[in-house]
């Protein structure tokens, strides 16, 4: 049972829709450059492998207490994964846009609206894990209201964010979650 299911969002210019199977074929193509696996690791996928991934991320986490949630636009995906953290929930985000689309504040305004759709639902604390070179998610992150940490989790550093409404009133930035 999930805590909370993926619902559209709209910002200015992008609808991103809950992730259905049937997108696995537009979304092959358009994560089909393997210059953008540099520091997500992995290949593009075929259509039929990304099928699989996507049936089973459809078919929800398997940790009973947590919620895979993922959307996709016309240039990308964006995911979240919720767990109960303290007062409110916490999110690891993620985002990808194909190659093409890259360089136009596409994932900065992907980041953003899953970010304040998060913010609607509860959710107190989100972070990323992000490799220290890839400075183009950097900017993604920090421009979403994540901030640096000194925490690493598999050579990736940790972004973080915590909502005024959080107790403390801290704010710092992360994100991440793949279905791999």
């Known amino acids: ?83 109960p953290g303290g007062p409110g929930h916490a999110a690891e985000i993620a985002w990808v846009v194909g190659t093409a689309w890259q360089g136009r504040g596409i994932a900065t305004e992907a980041a953003r609206g899953l970010v304040a759709w998060l913010d609607r639902q509860s959710v107190r604390t989100v972070l990323a894990h992000i490799h220290p070179e890839h400075r183009a998610s950097e900017a993604v992150a920090a421009a979403a209201g994540l901030a640096v940490t000194d925490a690493w989790q598999d050579g990736e550093r940790r972004w973080l964010r915590r909502s005024a409404a959080h107790g403390d009133g801290a704010r710092a930035n992360s994100g991440s979650q793949s279905g791999r």
């Open 1 to 83: 049972m999930n805590l909370f299911e993926a619902q559209a969002i709209a910002t200015a210019r992008l609808d991103l829709v809950p992730l259905r199977v049937d997108h696995a074929e537009e979304m092959a193509g358009v994560l089909s450059d393997p210059a953008l696996h540099a520091f997500i690791g992995g290949v593009p996928e075929t259509p039929e492998a990304l099928r699989t991934r996507y049936e089973r991320l459809a078919g929800g986490c398997p940790d009973p207490g947590a919620s895979w949630l993922n959307w996709v636009g016309l240039t990308g995906t964006v995911q979240a994964t919720v767990t």
